[in-house]
C-alpha cells in the first residue's frame, strides 16, 4: 500500500505544478485557427498502478473510510460523489475508479487515496473559490458585451475547462467582429482563504481584412461584374470606410447566394459555386478569398404557360398577365417575383393560401427553359380572428380601427396590404410592421395576427441654427402622437430668436366618437420682428404680433381621399418704431420705406378654407412608393377687415428605384387674388404679411426669406463731390437694410434622392440623400423707392443731407459746413437748431421675377443617440440679384 501512496503523490505534484507554480499563473491561450479553435485536452486523471501478485491480495475489505483536508465540503457529500462503502470488497481497479470519480467532480486540485489494511484514509485538496474575475484590454468590445459570455463568476468554484470554455467564446466573440488575431490569457492570482482572482489578459488585435477576392472560372463576366454583386469588398482607398472589408462567414455564404442570383437572372440556369475558400494570412491580419464558379449555358425562355385548379384564375387571362415571354433570356428573379405577384392576385379573389408551383422544363440541346405555373386548388379563405399582441400603451382599438377588413370578411390581400401602409404611417410601432397570416380552425378559415413593436410616440425637438437675418436662432416643440394611447395628438412649440417668438398649443382627435371624423385645434401667438443694421447697429423695421386660433375638421370621401375644413380667426398689430420711422405722427416713407408704412396698423382676418388631398403612399411618415396631391383654398372675408382668396396646390410621387434608393419629386404653388382694394393708392392690394415668402427651410440654399422682390437700401454716399455722388454697392450684406416684400405668387419643386448605405450605418440611423430645389415668389406692385435724387437741392442741383423738424414737420436741405480755417468742407450737412440730419440713401427693387432659382446639395438624416439629426449643404446653382443665400443648416432633436 506504500507503493499506492507514492505513486498518488507523484500524480498530485504533476497536477499542481500547472496551478501552483507562483502567485500569478499563467495558462497557454487556446490555439486560433482561421474557423475555430481546436479542443481542449482531455484532463490528467491519475491511475494506479498494478502491483505483482504476490505482494497484494487480489481482493480486500473496506474496514473504514476517512476523509481530511476537506474545508467547505462536508465528508458526506464527497463520498457522495464515490462508490466505495465499508464493507465492501475492493481491488486496486475500485480505488482507481475512486481517483476518476474524484476527478470527474473538478472540485479538487489534488487528491489521493491511501490504504491502511482496509482502513481507507481519502485525503483532498480543494479547488480555490473564485473572488473576481477581471478583464484587462478590451477597448473594442466593451464588458457588457463580454460578460454575458462567460460562465466563470464570484463565488464559483474555479476550475481549468471552466477557464479554457470561457477563453474559447471570448475569442469567439473577437472573431464576430473580425478580429481573428485576437488573443486571450488566463491568468489567477493567488488570495488568502483559498480565493483566487481569475484574469483575462486580451490582446484583441486588428480587424482581419479582405485583402482580395478571386474569383477562378468566370468568362462571360469580369471580376468586377462580380465583385460589384457581393457585399464583401477587398480593401483599398475607396473602401476605408466601409465596413463590409472585415471578413464574416456570414457574409461568405451572402455573398454566394448573390452571385448565383446575379448568374440566374442572366439566363445562367446551370450555374453553381463549386468552391468558396477564406484563407488567413500568416499574421492573421488578412483573408483572402478564391470563389471557384462554373458558368455553365445561356438559356432563354421556352414555352411559359399557366395551368389553374381555381374557378376564379382564368389561365387564358392571367397568362396574358405575365412578364416572361417566350425568347426572352431566363431570369430566376423574375420567376420569383411571378409566383409572389400570383400568390397576391389570389388573394384579391380570398384565396391566402393559393399554392404556385412553377415547373421547369431544362431543354440542353436548344437552351431554353420551359414554365408552367400551377396554380393549386384551395378553399376560398375568410377572416376568423383578428389578434393584436404587443401592445402596451396604443388600445387594441386604435390598431383595430385601421384594418380594412373585419372578421368574417372574405380574405383579401389588398386589404392586408393597405392595413399595414395604414399602420405603419401610424408611427407607433416598429418600421415595416408585417401582419402574419396563420391557417385557422379549418381549412377556409384564417387568423391575422399583428404583433406590434411599440416605439417612443413622444418628440421632444430642439433646433438650432444660424442666419444672416435671424443671427442664432432656437426652436423647442413637444408633442404626442399618441395621447393616453387613443392614437390622440398633443403639442406644444416655442420659437424663439431675433427674427421671431411664437408659442402654440394644439389638440387633434383623429376619431371623434369612435367615428372616422377627426376634429383638432389650436391657439398660438406669433410675434415677427423684421430688422436690418444701419451703421452696424441693428434696428427693427417693423413688429406684427399675430393671436388667434384655428380649428380643424376631416372626413374620409374614399379610401385615398379625404376632405378637411378649417376657421381661423387672427388679430395682426404691425407697427413700427415710432421714435426712429415716424415724422410727427404719419409713417415717414423716407425712413420706414413706403411697403412698411402700408403694412402698419389692426386688422382682423376671419378666414374659411378647405383642402381636398389624395394619398396612396406606403407610409406617410417615410414613403417608399406611391404618390400624394391637395388642392386647398382659404376665403378671407367672413367678417373682419382683410378680403381675399387663397389657393395652394401640392403633388409628390415616391419612386423605388432599387437596391433601396427612394426618389422623390414634389413640387407645390399658389397665388392670392385680392378682393379688396388697396392700402393707399401706391401699395400693393395683398398687405406685405399676408403674401409668399419662400426660403429656407423650403429651399435649401438660400436663407430665410432670402428670394424672391425684395428692397435694399443702400446707405453708403460719398457726396465729397456734390454734384457727382459716389453710391458704394460692396458693404456686407448684413450691414444693409434688406426687406423681403413677398409676393402673390409662388412655385417650388423638388428632386431627392434617398442613399442607402451598408447594415451598419443603417443601424446607427444614417440615411443620406441628395436633392436639387428649385422655386420663385413673384408678382406684387413696385414700390416707390427713395434714390439719390430724393436729396439734390433744385436751387443748386447738388446731393445734400436732409435736414427735418420733428416738432413742426418742417424740412429743408442741410448747408455746407467749414473746417477750422473757414475754408467749406463739401460736406452738405449743417441743420439749423431743433432739425436733424438724413444722411443720403438709395434703395433699389431686386428680384420680382418668375425665372426659376436653382440650389443642389446634400444632406443626411441621423438618429443619433440624443435624438434626430438632420444636416444639408446645398448651393445656389442659378439666383437673381438680390437673393440671400445660404450653404448650411441642421436641427436636432429627441423622442420620449
Same mark, same amino acid.
Given at each position: 500500500?506504500?507503493?499506492?501512496?507514492?505513486?498518488?503523490?507523484?500524480?498530485?505534484?504533476?497536477?499542481?505544478?500547472?496551478?501552483?507554480?507562483?502567485?500569478?499563473?499563467?495558462?497557454?491561450?487556446?490555439?486560433?485557427?482561421?474557423?475555430?479553435?481546436?479542443?481542449?485536452?482531455?484532463?490528467?486523471?491519475?491511475?494506479?498502478?498494478?502491483?505483482?501478485?504476490?505482494?497484494?491480495?487480489?481482493? #480486500?475489505?473496506?474496514?473504514?473510510?476517512?476523509?481530511?483536508?476537506?474545508?467547505?465540503?462536508?465528508?458526506?457529500?464527497?463520498?457522495?460523489?464515490?462508490?466505495?462503502?465499508?464493507?465492501?470488497?475492493?481491488?486496486?481497479?475500485?480505488?482507481?475508479?475512486?481517483?476518476?470519480?474524484?476527478?470527474?467532480?473538478?472540485?479538487?486540485?489534488?487528491?489521493?487515496?491511501?490504504?491502511?489494511?482496509?482502513?481507507?484514509?481519502?485525503?483532498?485538496?480543494?479547488?480555490?473559490?473564485?473572488?473576481?474575475?477581471?478583464?484587462?484590454?478590451?477597448?473594442?468590445?466593451?464588458?457588457?458585451?463580454?460578460?454575458?459570455?462567460?460562465?466563470?463568476?464570484?463565488?464559483?468554484?474555479?476550475?481549468?475547462?471552466?477557464?479554457?470554455?470561457?477563453?474559447?467564446?471570448?475569442?469567439?466573440?473577437?472573431?464576430?467582429?473580425?478580429?481573428?488575431?485576437?488573443?486571450?490569457?488566463?491568468?489567477?492570482?493567488?488570495?488568502?482563504?483559498?480565493?483566487?482572482?481569475?484574469?483575462?489578459?486580451?490582446?484583441?488585435?486588428?480587424?482581419?481584412?479582405?485583402?482580395?477576392?478571386?474569383?477562378?472560372?468566370?468568362?462571360?463576366?469580369?471580376?468586377?461584374?462580380?465583385?460589384?454583386?457581393?457585399?464583401?469588398?477587398?480593401?483599398?482607398?475607396?473602401?476605408? /470606410?466601409?465596413?463590409?472589408?472585415?471578413?464574416?462567414?456570414?457574409?461568405?455564404?451572402?455573398?454566394?447566394?448573390?452571385?448565383?442570383?446575379?448568374?440566374?437572372?442572366?439566363?445562367?440556369?446551370?450555374?453553381?459555386?463549386?468552391?468558396?475558400?477564406?484563407?488567413?494570412?500568416?499574421?492573421?491580419?488578412?483573408?483572402?478569398?478564391?470563389?471557384?464558379?462554373?458558368?455553365?449555358?445561356?438559356?432563354?425562355?421556352?414555352?411559359?404557360?399557366?395551368?389553374?385548379?381555381?374557378?376564379?384564375?382564368?389561365?387564358?387571362?392571367?397568362?396574358?398577365?405575365?412578364?416572361?415571354?417566350?425568347?426572352?433570356?431566363?431570369?430566376?428573379?423574375?420567376?420569383?417575383?411571378?409566383?409572389?405577384?400570383?400568390?397576391?392576385?389570389?388573394?384579391?379573389?380570398?384565396?391566402?393560401?393559393?399554392?404556385?408551383?412553377?415547373?421547369?422544363?431544362?431543354?440542353?440541346?436548344?437552351?431554353?427553359?420551359?414554365?408552367?405555373?400551377?396554380?393549386?386548388?384551395?378553399?376560398?379563405?375568410?377572416?376568423?380572428?383578428?389578434?393584436?399582441?404587443?401592445?402596451?400603451?396604443?388600445?387594441?382599438?386604435?390598431?383595430?380601427?385601421?384594418?380594412? /377588413?373585419?372578421?368574417?370578411?372574405?380574405?383579401?390581400?389588398?386589404?392586408?396590404?393597405?392595413?399595414?401602409?395604414?399602420?405603419?404611417?401610424?408611427?407607433?410601432?416598429?418600421?415595416?410592421?408585417?401582419?402574419?397570416?396563420?391557417?385557422?380552425?379549418?381549412?377556409?378559415?384564417?387568423?391575422?395576427?399583428?404583433?406590434?413593436?411599440?416605439?417612443?410616440?413622444?418628440?421632444?425637438?430642439?433646433?438650432?441654427?444660424?442666419?444672416?437675418?435671424?443671427?442664432?436662432?432656437?426652436?423647442?416643440?413637444?408633442?404626442?402622437?399618441?395621447?393616453?394611447?387613443?392614437?390622440?395628438? /398633443?403639442?406644444?412649440?416655442?420659437?424663439?430668436?431675433?427674427?421671431?417668438?411664437?408659442?402654440?398649443?394644439?389638440?387633434?382627435?383623429?376619431?371623434?366618437?369612435?367615428?372616422?371624423? #377627426?376634429?383638432?385645434?389650436?391657439?398660438?401667438?406669433?410675434?415677427?420682428?423684421?430688422?436690418?443694421?444701419?451703421?452696424?447697429?441693428?434696428?427693427?423695421?417693423?413688429?406684427?404680433?399675430?393671436?388667434?386660433?384655428?380649428?380643424?375638421?376631416?372626413?374620409?370621401?374614399?379610401?385615398?381621399?379625404?376632405?378637411?375644413?378649417?376657421?381661423?380667426?387672427?388679430?395682426?398689430?404691425?407697427?413700427?418704431?415710432?421714435?426712429?420711422?415716424?415724422?410727427?405722427?404719419?409713417?415717414?416713407?423716407?425712413?420706414?420705406?413706403?411697403?412698411?408704412?402700408?403694412?402698419?396698423?389692426?386688422?382682423?382676418?376671419?378666414?374659411?378654407?378647405?383642402?381636398?388631398?389624395?394619398?396612396?403612399?406606403?407610409? #406617410?411618415?417615410?414613403?417608399?412608393?406611391?404618390?400624394?396631391? #391637395?388642392?386647398?383654398?382659404?376665403?378671407?372675408?367672413?367678417?373682419?377687415?382683410?378680403?381675399?382668396?387663397?389657393?395652394?396646390?401640392?403633388?409628390?410621387?415616391?419612386?423605388?428605384?432599387?437596391?433601396?434608393?427612394?426618389?422623390?419629386?414634389?413640387?407645390?404653388?399658389?397665388?392670392?387674388?385680392?378682393?379688396?382694394?388697396?392700402?393707399?393708392?401706391?401699395?400693393?392690394?395683398?398687405?406685405?404679411?399676408?403674401?409668399?415668402?419662400?426660403?429656407?427651410?423650403?429651399?435649401?440654399?438660400?436663407?430665410?426669406?432670402?428670394?424672391?422682390?425684395?428692397?435694399?437700401?443702400?446707405?453708403?454716399?460719398?457726396?465729397?463731390?456734390?454734384?457727382?455722388?459716389?453710391?458704394?454697392?460692396?458693404?456686407?450684406?448684413?450691414?444693409?437694410?434688406?426687406?423681403?416684400?413677398?409676393?402673390?405668387?409662388?412655385?417650388?419643386?423638388?428632386?431627392?434622392?434617398?442613399?442607402?448605405?451598408?447594415?451598419?450605418?443603417?443601424?446607427?440611423?444614417?440615411?443620406?440623400?441628395?436633392?436639387?430645389?428649385?422655386?420663385?415668389?413673384?408678382?406684387?406692385?413696385?414700390?416707390?423707392?427713395?434714390?439719390?435724387?430724393?436729396?439734390?437741392?433744385?436751387?443748386?442741383?447738388?446731393?445734400?443731407?436732409?435736414?427735418?423738424?420733428?416738432?413742426?414737420?418742417?424740412?429743408?436741405?442741410?448747408?455746407?459746413?467749414?473746417?477750422?480755417?473757414?475754408?467749406?468742407?463739401?460736406?452738405?450737412?449743417?441743420?439749423?437748431?431743433?432739425?436733424?440730419?438724413?444722411?443720403?440713401?438709395?434703395?433699389?427693387?431686386?428680384?420680382?421675377?418668375?425665372?426659376?432659382?436653382?440650389?443642389?446639395?446634400?444632406?443626411?438624416?441621423?438618429?443619433?443617440?440624443?435624438?434626430?439629426?438632420?444636416?444639408?449643404?446645398?448651393?445656389?446653382?442659378?439666383?437673381?440679384?438680390?437673393?440671400?443665400?445660404?450653404?448650411?443648416?441642421?436641427?436636432?432633436?429627441?423622442?420620449?
Amino acid at each position: 500500500m506504500n507503493s499506492v501512496a507514492s505513486h498518488n503523490f507523484t500524480a498530485r505534484t504533476q497536477l499542481s505544478a500547472l496551478l501552483m507554480a507562483g502567485t500569478m499563473l499563467a495558462w497557454p491561450a487556446a490555439p486560433l485557427l482561421a474557423q475555430e479553435a481546436a479542443p481542449p485536452p482531455p484532463p490528467v486523471v491519475p491511475t494506479l498502478p498494478v502491483p505483482a501478485p504476490e505482494a497484494v491480495p487480489t481482493a #480486500s475489505t473496506i474496514r473504514s473510510i476517512t476523509v481530511t483536508g476537506n474545508q467547505r465540503l462536508e465528508s458526506q457529500t464527497i463520498l457522495s460523489y464515490l462508490r466505495l462503502r465499508v464493507g465492501q470488497s475492493y481491488d486496486r481497479a475500485t480505488l482507481d475508479q475512486a481517483l476518476k470519480d474524484l476527478a470527474a467532480t473538478e472540485l479538487f486540485k489534488d487528491y489521493q487515496i491511501t490504504d491502511d489494511a482496509g482502513a481507507l484514509t481519502i485525503q483532498v485538496t480543494e479547488n480555490p473559490v473564485i473572488n473576481r474575475v477581471i478583464l484587462e484590454g478590451n477597448k473594442r468590445l466593451k464588458e457588457d458585451k463580454i460578460r454575458p459570455e462567460i460562465k466563470l463568476a464570484p463565488r464559483q468554484i474555479f476550475t481549468r475547462s471552466k477557464v479554457r470554455a470561457d477563453v474559447a467564446r471570448i475569442i469567439e466573440l473577437y472573431k464576430r467582429q473580425g478580429r481573428f488575431a485576437a488573443t486571450v490569457e488566463p491568468k489567477m492570482v493567488q488570495l488568502d482563504q483559498n480565493r483566487v482572482d481569475v484574469v483575462f489578459e486580451i490582446n484583441e488585435g486588428p480587424k482581419s481584412k479582405v485583402r482580395q477576392i478571386n474569383i477562378l472560372g468566370n468568362e462571360k463576366f469580369s471580376d468586377g461584374d462580380i465583385k460589384d454583386e457581393m457585399a464583401t469588398k477587398e480593401t483599398g482607398l475607396l473602401t476605408m /470606410l466601409s465596413s463590409n472589408t472585415t471578413y464574416d462567414p456570414d457574409r461568405l455564404a451572402y455573398d454566394q447566394q448573390k452571385v448565383r442570383l446575379f448568374y440566374l437572372q442572366n439566363g445562367y440556369a446551370d450555374f453553381r459555386v463549386i468552391s468558396a475558400v477564406a484563407e488567413l494570412t500568416s499574421n492573421k491580419q488578412d483573408f483572402i478569398i478564391t470563389y471557384v464558379v462554373e458558368e455553365g449555358e445561356r438559356y432563354k425562355f421556352g414555352d411559359v404557360n399557366l395551368e389553374s385548379s381555381l374557378r376564379d384564375f382564368k389561365p387564358e387571362t392571367m397568362k396574358a398577365m405575365l412578364p416572361m415571354k417566350t425568347g426572352d433570356w431566363y431570369n430566376a428573379k423574375q420567376v420569383e417575383d411571378t409566383v409572389e405577384s400570383l400568390s397576391e392576385t389570389a388573394g384579391l379573389f380570398g384565396y391566402a393560401f393559393a399554392d404556385i408551383n412553377p415547373e421547369f422544363h431544362r431543354n440542353p440541346e436548344t437552351r431554353t427553359m420551359d414554365i408552367t405555373f400551377n396554380v393549386g386548388e384551395s378553399p376560398r379563405t375568410y377572416v376568423e380572428r383578428i389578434d393584436v399582441n404587443g401592445n402596451t400603451l396604443t388600445q387594441d382599438k386604435v390598431v383595430r380601427r385601421e384594418f380594412r /377588413l373585419n372578421e368574417g370578411d372574405a380574405f383579401n390581400s389588398f386589404a392586408v396590404k393597405r392595413t399595414e401602409g395604414r399602420l405603419n404611417s401610424l408611427g407607433y410601432f416598429q418600421e415595416n410592421l408585417e401582419i402574419e397570416r396563420k391557417e385557422g380552425s379549418a381549412p377556409d378559415r384564417i387568423i391575422l395576427e399583428t404583433n406590434v413593436e411599440e416605439k417612443p410616440t413622444g418628440e421632444l425637438s430642439l433646433s438650432a441654427g444660424f442666419s444672416s437675418i435671424e443671427s442664432f436662432l432656437v426652436q423647442a416643440s413637444i408633442r404626442q402622437r399618441n395621447f393616453r394611447g387613443l392614437g390622440q395628438q /398633443l403639442q406644444a412649440s416655442v420659437n424663439y430668436s431675433s427674427y421671431s417668438k411664437s408659442v402654440e398649443l394644439g389638440f387633434t382627435e383623429p376619431y371623434l366618437f369612435d367615428r372616422n371624423i #377627426s376634429l383638432g385645434g389650436s391657439v398660438y401667438r406669433r410675434d415677427l420682428n423684421s430688422f436690418n443694421f444701419i451703421n452696424n447697429d441693428r434696428r427693427t423695421t417693423f413688429e406684427q404680433t399675430t393671436t388667434g386660433f384655428q380649428i380643424n375638421v376631416g372626413v374620409p370621401l374614399t379610401e385615398y381621399m379625404s376632405a378637411f375644413g378649417r376657421y381661423s380667426l387672427n388679430f395682426d398689430d404691425v407697427s413700427l418704431d415710432r421714435s426712429i420711422y415716424y415724422f410727427g405722427d404719419e409713417c415717414d416713407p423716407l425712413v420706414a420705406g413706403r411697403y412698411l408704412c402700408d403694412a402698419i396698423g389692426k386688422r382682423t382676418t376671419s378666414l374659411l378654407g378647405f383642402t381636398l388631398a389624395y394619398d396612396d403612399r406606403d407610409n #406617410s411618415r417615410r414613403p417608399t412608393r406611391g404618390q400624394s396631391f #391637395s388642392f386647398s383654398q382659404d376665403f378671407a372675408g367672413l367678417g373682419g377687415s382683410v378680403k381675399y382668396v387663397r389657393s395652394r396646390a401640392a403633388a409628390s410621387k415616391h419612386f423605388n428605384l432599387g437596391s433601396r434608393f427612394i426618389l422623390n419629386l414634389s413640387a407645390e404653388g399658389g397665388y392670392i387674388y385680392p378682393l379688396g382694394g388697396r392700402p393707399t393708392p401706391t401699395s400693393d392690394k395683398v398687405r406685405l404679411t399676408d403674401r409668399f415668402f419662400l426660403g429656407e427651410p423650403q429651399m435649401r440654399g438660400f436663407d430665410i426669406r432670402g428670394l424672391g422682390p425684395r428692397v435694399i437700401r443702400y446707405s453708403s454716399v460719398d457726396i465729397s463731390d456734390p454734384a457727382n455722388p459716389v453710391l458704394d454697392t460692396t458693404i456686407d450684406r448684413n450691414q444693409l437694410i434688406d426687406d423681403a416684400l413677398g409676393g402673390r405668387a409662388y412655385y417650388q419643386g423638388r428632386v431627392e434622392v434617398d442613399i442607402p448605405l451598408g447594415s451598419g450605418a443603417k443601424e446607427m440611423g444614417l440615411r443620406p440623400s441628395i436633392f436639387l430645389d428649385v422655386g420663385s415668389v413673384f408678382s406684387v406692385k413696385r414700390p416707390n423707392l427713395t434714390t439719390l435724387a430724393n436729396f439734390k437741392d433744385p436751387a443748386d442741383n447738388l446731393t445734400k443731407y436732409l435736414c427735418r423738424n420733428a416738432a413742426t414737420g418742417d424740412q429743408q436741405f442741410g448747408t455746407q459746413g467749414t473746417d477750422s480755417n473757414g475754408a467749406p468742407t463739401g460736406n452738405y450737412s449743417i441743420c439749423p437748431d431743433g432739425y436733424s440730419s438724413m444722411a443720403p440713401f438709395e434703395e433699389r427693387f431686386y428680384g420680382d421675377t418668375w425665372m426659376p432659382r436653382v440650389s443642389i446639395g446634400a444632406g443626411v438624416n441621423w438618429n443619433s443617440p440624443f435624438g434626430p439629426f438632420r444636416i444639408d449643404f446645398a448651393y445656389a446653382l442659378r439666383k437673381e440679384e438680390g437673393d440671400d443665400t445660404k450653404r448650411f443648416s441642421f436641427n436636432v432633436g429627441t423622442q420620449f
